[in-house]
């Protein structure tokens, strides 16, 4: 078993940045053996995915956030980061930290909340 635990949500005016941070607790179970990603989920809207790197170092985005988001990794920490930067009211969501496939493991989530 493994617990994700986000951090560095919150609010912050159009065009600011966020550091998200996601730390993985456990004695079996570590970020370098698996793929992490970032999924987020609107009011009224399904949770849809932002960012996800993979064991190799590759990495993926949405089209709504690439250049402007970046997901990286500390292995020896265990810990996934999400950058986001320019951020837009539309990024505003609930962003959820996963590790593994399906049906893997979920956070409890972070607010952003991007004023305008």
């Known amino acids: 078993q493994v617990q994700l635990v986000e951090s560095g949500g919150g609010l912050v005016q159009a065009g600011g940045s966020l550091r998200l941070s996601c730390a993985a607790a456990?004695?079996?179970?570590?970020?370098?053996?698996?793929?992490m990603a970032w999924y987020r989920q609107a009011p009224g809207k399904q949770r849809e995915l932002v960012a996800v790197?993979?064991?190799?170092?590759?990495?993926n985005y949405a089209d709504s956030v690439k250049g402007r988001f970046a997901i990286s990794r500390d292995n020896p920490k265990n810990t996934v980061f999400l950058q986001m930067n320019s951020l837009k009211p539309e990024d505003t969501a609930v962003y959820y930290c996963h590790l593994g496939g399906r049906p893997g493991y979920w956070g409890q989530g972070t607010q952003v909340t991007v004023s305008s």
């Open positions: 790197t993979t064991t190799t170092g590759s990495t």
């Open positions: 456990s004695r079996t179970i570590f970020i370098s053996d698996n793929t």
